[in-house]
């Protein structure tokens, strides 16, 4: 079975800084991509951050030069730095992977960034 479990989430004040992890569990290996999503309250879920095993990676324009996706592929887990936090990051971190053309998600961790 293939699951993914999601840390880091919380209360921060804005201008602050979290750093999310995610740890696939399972007998898996060469994970495609590795990414993370999050949904605020009355809107769709939105791709945040996207890495692919080689370490290439994207990012909503919404957070580009304030946060950095990485992974260690040897512990299959993705990481979310996010420094210069606003309010509008406010919402459920959803962390997602690739593999075998299949997608499977985390449960979301919920980042709340107050005034």
């Known amino acids: 079975q293939v699951q993914l479990v999601e840390s880091g989430g919380g209360l921060v004040q804005a201008g602050g800084s979290l750093r999310l992890s995610c740890t696939t569990s399972g007998n898996i290996f060469n994970i495609n991509s590795m990414g993370w999503y999050r949904q605020a309250p009355g809107k769709q879920r939105e791709l945040v951050a996207v890495?692919?095993?080689?370490?290439?990676?994207t990012y909503a324009d919404s957070v580009k030069g304030r946060f950095t996706i990485s992974r260690d592929n040897a512990k299959n887990t993705v990481y979310l730095q996010m420094n210069s936090l606003k309010l509008e990051d406010t919402g459920v971190y959803y962390c997602n992977i690739v593999y075998i053309s299949r997608t499977y998600w985390g449960q979301g961790t919920q980042v709340t960034v107050s005034s």
């Open positions: 890495i692919s095993r080689g370490g290439g990676s």
